[in-house]
Each structure stands twice: as C-alpha cells, then as structure tokens.
C-alpha cells in the first residue's frame, strides 16, 4: 500500500519517524492562492469603479439603485475578509494540515469554497441595500451569520487535522496548537455579536477618535501575527549559530510582552491625543520597525518571497511613522476625516498587508508561485502613486473643501491620478491570477 492510499488509523497511529515533516501541499497552496488573487481582483475592479464614479457621478446615477453607496460595502469587505484574510487561511492550513491525509486537499476545498460563498452572498446583499451600515461589519440579517460558518468549518478542519497528528508532535507544539484554537474558536461568536446593530452605533456620537491605547493594541495584534507566521509557514532558520535564533526570537517576543504591558498600564477611556502618554505608547511602535527587520532576517526565507520581505519592511516603516505623526496635535484636527486617513488606510493594506500575504503565498508554494517582477512593481508603483495622490488631497482639502465638494479642476485632476493609480494596480492583480495558473 502506497503512503497516499494509507487508511487514516494507520496515519494517524504512525510514528514521527515513518510521516515526512508537514508541509502544504502543492495543490492546496495553488488553490489559496487562486481564491486570494481571485478576491483582489474582484475588489480592484469594484475600487476601479468606485473611482470612475467620483469623476464622473452621473454614470453611477446611471446603473441606479446601484450608486456609490451600494458598491463601497464589496470594495472594502472583499479586500478584508478575501484579499487580506485568505493567504492567512492559508497560512493556518500550512501549519495543521497533513499533507500525506488522502483528503486534505478535499477538506481545504471545503474550507475556501464556504469562505468564497459567503464573501459572494455578502456582496449581493450589500448591493441589494442589505446592510449594518457599519464599516468592515456589514454583515446584515441574513448574511449576519455566514462568514461565522465559514470560520467554524475552517477551525473545525484545523482542530480535526491538528487532532490526527497530535500524536507525533512535540509537547510544546502541542500545546501552542491548543492554545491558538482555543483562541480561534472564540471568533465567530464575537464577529456575529460585533456585527450587530445593537451592540454600538455605525457613528458614534460619543466617541472623538482612536486613542493611542486603541492603535497600538490593534497593531501589536498585527505584529503578534507577523511573529507567528514563520511558525504557521514553517520556515527554517538562517543559517548560523543557534543562540543567535534563539536570541531574535526571544527578543522579539519579549518587547512584545514589554510592550503588550505598556498597552495594558495605559488609560483606555476616552483619552486625548494631547495626553503625553498615549503619544509616547503609540510611539512604541517606532521601535518595531527595527525589530521586525531583524527578526524577519533569522529565517532562510525563499528568493521568491524576498522581494516581497524588501516591500512589507519599506511600507512597514512609513505606516508606523506616519502614523505616529498624524495622531501628534495639531496634526490630527488637520487631517482628521479627509483623503490623508483614506491615504493612510492604503497604506497599510495595499502596501503593507499586500506585500506581507506576497510572502505568504510564495511561501507556501515553495517557490513554484511564479509571479512576475514587472506586475511586482506595477502592483508596487501604482501603490505608491496612490497613497501620495490622497495624501495631497488631504492635505489641500483642509483649506478648500469647497473646491472638492464642487469638483474644482484641480480636484478632478487628482482623482484622475488616483483611478490611473487603481488602474495599474487592478491589472497587476489580473496578471498574479493569471500566473497562478503555472504555479
């Protein structure tokens, strides 16, 4: 009997020595891959529109009921919870799926085909007029509980395979496996509860702004997932003496605890951006910049995945910095609701997250995810174009609101940049689902 025809008692009864050491298989990372670049280019083409319609609102009059509002619920879930969430998922298959299970990638059919179905159903909701109202929460009536169930199947495959390999893992793998699906299944109850209307209002009168205790517990959220992934990736050290290893890993995760204490010791309530002590918490955050880059280098990290490591450190740097100086006063009033936050948004996800699920995805193909370095830079230089374009308008709106409300030329020039920007950007993402085809 061949090792692909072995029943699953025997798989899962077998010793570490007679089971090769866990990896994704290739038709799996092929097939998240697929969905992923799938979802970002559906989500382009919605932002793609989006922009034509603020140059010329009378087309989006044109396809009414289907206005501007009706389309912006799909631009910013699809780009969330498909673009940004499916390498992730990926990334969580890599770490418990068996490779030598004679149904895994049946199963990891299962777990993107719900996600897939839900993000499709959400988006005729939210075109129908069916939603919360509620940024990224627009999961309404009917659709309220479907990403839900698609992230109770994804946690029940993981906990299913994690449970059959339990047996040949080490103790401590053991227990960090527990203890993130522990953690993983508490999701799905709490994403329905926050989506629903009653729990706090799409616009909340009461509140004046993200805190600096706010921002930094969101990204250090962010960056315990970057220090996670080499784990769930299973990449393998750099060469080079073991204590060294052990040394970024153990730095890297005590500043975490150090700075988690930070975020724990500071108020939470209401607190102002003038107050001394949510700008230096926030400023914490600067120093992650260096101590990512040098725990990101303790690992042998592929040649395909490299450039796209150059790119998440770069957009990286200047989402942190820039986004310590908007929060400073005086800097915050000027900026507050206008295009610079819109500016600051793509910054973080068409640069950075795009970049950082780059890796994952060429990661977790083992280098066979062939994309090419002219759609990298078209992706990459359109991104740039596009954050420096609303960075101006926000910057100018300030002082002109008029002139942005009434389409003054100069406005419609930068919005004309801005689809061209989104353009470039769409037709790169085409390209990387196309390639996914010779993966």
């Keep these: 009997m061949s090792s692909d025809e072995m029943p699953l008692s025997s798989f899962a009864r077998a010793p570490a020595s007679a089971v090769a050491e866990r990896s994704v298989p290739d038709d799996v990372a092929r097939l998240v891959a697929r969905h992923a670049f799938g979802w970002l280019v559906a989500a382009n083409g919605v932002g793609v529109w989006l922009a034509v319609v603020l140059l010329w609102p009378a087309l989006g009059d044109a396809i009414a ?7 912006v619920p799909l631009h910013l879930d699809w780009q969330l919870y498909g673009w940004c969430a499916l390498p992730l998922v990926g990334a969580l298959l890599a770490w418990c799926l068996e490779e030598r299970h004679p149904h895994a990638l049946a199963h990891a059919r299962v777990v993107l085909g719900t996600w897939s179905l839900a993000l499709a159903a959400g988006g005729l909701a939210w075109l129908g007029g069916q939603t919360s109202g509620k940024l990224f929460l627009d ?65 909340n009168p009461d509140s004046g702004g993200a805190t600096g205790a706010a921002l930094l517990g969101s990204t250090l959220g962010v960056v315990a ?8 990736l299973r990449v393998p050290p750099a060469p080079g003496p073991r204590r060294s290893r052990f040394g970024r890993s153990g730095f890297f995760w005590g500043f975490f605890a150090a700075s988690a204490v930070a975020y724990a010791i500071i108020d939470h309530g209401n607190a102002s951006h003038h107050a001394p002590s949510q700008i230096v918490a926030l400023g914490l955050l ?44 005086g800097v915050s009033e000027r900026l507050k609701f206008t295009n610079a936050l819109v500016a600051h948004a793509h910054l973080a996800m068409a640069g950075l997250v795009t970049s950082v699920n780059g890796v994952i995805l060429h990661t977790l193909a083992r280098g066979r995810l062939r994309t090419s370095r002219g759609s990298f830079w ?15 308008l926000g910057v100018l709106e300030n002082d002109a609101a008029g002139a942005l409300f009434l389409s003054a030329g100069w406005t419609q020039g930068l919005f004309g940049v801005r689809l061209a920007a989104g353009v470039t950007m769409g037709l790169a993402s085409v390209q990387w689902l196309m390639e996914t085809r010779h993966t």
């Design 139 to 203: 999961w309404h009536g009917w659709t309220r509980p479907l990403l839900p169930v698609a992230m109770l199947v994804l946690w029940t495959v993981l906990a299913a395979h994690a449970t059959w390999s339990a047996g040949r893992m080490r103790a401590g793998e053991r227990m960090v496996h527990v203890a993130v699906l522990a953690a993983l299944v508490a999701v799905p109850p709490l994403f329905y509860w926050a989506a629903g209307r009653e729990v706090y209002p799409a616009v």
């Design 286 to 329: 600067l120093a992650w910049v260096p101590a990512l880059w040098i725990f990101g280098r303790g690992f042998a990290w592929s040649e395909r995945a490299r450039p796209w490591l150059r790119a998440a450190a770069a957009w990286w740097l200047l989402l942190v910095v820039t986004g310590w100086v908007t929060f400073l006063p």
């Design 378 to 392: 078209l992706w990459q230089g359109g991104c740039a174009l596009h954050v420096a374009v609303l960075l101006i």
């Design 65 to 71: 009921p289907l206005t501007y509002g009706r389309w």
């Design 225 to 232: 997932i970057f220090g996670l992934l080499p784990v769930m």
